[in-house]
T-cell receptor, first 115, second 111 residues
Framework: DTGVSQDPRHKITKRGQNVTFRCDPI?????LYWYRQTLGQGPEFLTY????????KSRLLSDRFSAERPKGSFSTLEIQRTEQGDSAMYLC?????????????FGPGTRLTVT | TQLLEQSPQFLSIQEGENLTVYCNSS?????LQWYRQEPGEGPVLLVT?????EVKKLKRLTFQFGDARKDSSLHITAAQPGDTGLYLC???????????FGKGTMLLVSP
């Protein structure tokens, strides 16, 4: 079990540029979640997938954000035309139904800084 | 919107002291999870509680779920510097697949 991995760990970009983050979940986990965390706050839900289907999106996920999980394995989160307010830690988590629970396991996150 | 309020927001103690942090909501949760997060890293799952009144122990950490499943507490006995971190509670409401997080309690344990 190698855990959830995210790439890159850090990204600095200029306002207006597009960025893409990748998440590789724990291999047997069928659910994958994206969260955003800003300083002094807990993680806020953005979207989640069950296999390749995107089942729920938060109102926080503006039109500039898009997420995919094309083969039900890894996922990407793209932010178009980045704004300074997009600066945050982007966290990915995965889970598998076990004992009636979907316990979520998080990756190390991608820290985005928009200058 | 379900809200989880954690208290205190910040706690600074000496090694060896005991402490309790709280997680409260007006909503009923089907399950509640506690995580610890270190700076620059993702949250690490500590425990999941499901049944009202449930108590779980993880070494020096004791977790309790309120009888009405609206609140939870985390008690640490004889805190150590390695316990330093942000403690987050997260609740899942029945019928929903997503977690609602509190803002966390930042714990600093000094030697």
């Amino acid at each position: 079990d190698t855990g959830v991995s995210q790439d890159p760990r850090h990204k600095i970009t200029k306002r207006g540029q597009n960025v893409t983050f990748r998440c590789d979940p724990i291999s047997e986990h069928n659910r994958l979640y994206w969260y955003r965390q800003t300083l002094g706050q807990g993680p806020e839900f953005l979207t989640y997938f069950q296999n390749e289907a995107q089942l729920e999106k938060s109102r926080l996920l503006s039109d500039r954000f898009s997420a995919e999980r094309p083969k039900g394995s890894f996922s990407t989160l793209e932010i178009q035309r980045t704004e300074q307010g997009d600066s945050a830690m982007y966290l990915c988590a995965s889970s598998l139904l076990r004992g009636g629970l979907f316990e979520q396991y998080f990756g190390p996150g991608t820290r985005l800084t928009v200058t | 919107t379900q809200l989880l309020e954690q208290s205190p927001q910040f706690l600074s103690i000496q090694e060896g002291e005991n402490l309790t942090v709280y997680c409260n909501s007006s909503s009923v949760f089907s399950s509640l999870q506690w995580y610890r997060q270190e700076p620059g890293e993702g949250p690490v799952l500590l425990v999941t509680v499901v049944t009202g009144g449930e108590v779980k122990k993880l070494k020096r950490l004791t977790f309790q779920f309120g009888d009405a499943r609206k609140d939870s507490s985390l008690h640490i006995t004889a805190a150590q510097p390695g316990d330093t971190g942000l403690y987050l509670c997260a609740g899942r409401n029945s019928g929903y697949s997503t977690l609602t997080f509190g803002k966390g309690t930042m714990l600093l344990v000094s030697p």
